[in-house]
């Protein structure tokens, strides 16, 4: 993907933190959320559904419809909800 989809990368000055997803270390701009965060690096498959074993990923981005729970920090957490901050630690649901 070419381009920096994050927000912050055209021009307005946010701190960069560090978090690992799927034990991956990654970087994102602080005030992201974690959805958007993966999204911006290319990262569609946010959990596995248990039904079809199909990928899911972030569908509304505003906590409505649940495709983007993962685990954060060990607790089922729903991704776009959740503001990336320095050492979270994501995984994604199986």
């Known amino acids: 993907m070419s381009g920096d989809l994050h927000i912050g990368a055209a021009g307005v000055w946010r701190r960069k933190v560090s978090f690992s997803f799927d034990g991956e270390q990654l970087n ?13 690096q290319g990262r569609r498959t946010l959990r596995i559904s248990r039904d079809d074993d199909g990928p899911r990923g ?10 983007c729970v993962v685990l954060i920090d ?20 199986r």
């Open 58 to 67: 972030a569908f509304c981005f505003m906590g409505i419809c649940q495709e």
């Open 28 to 40: 994102a701009y602080e005030g992201e959320t974690l959805a958007a965060a993966l999204y911006a």
């Open 74 to 93: 060990g607790r089922q957490t729903e991704a776009c909800r959740t503001p990336v901050r320095e050492g979270l630690v994501a995984e994604r649901l």
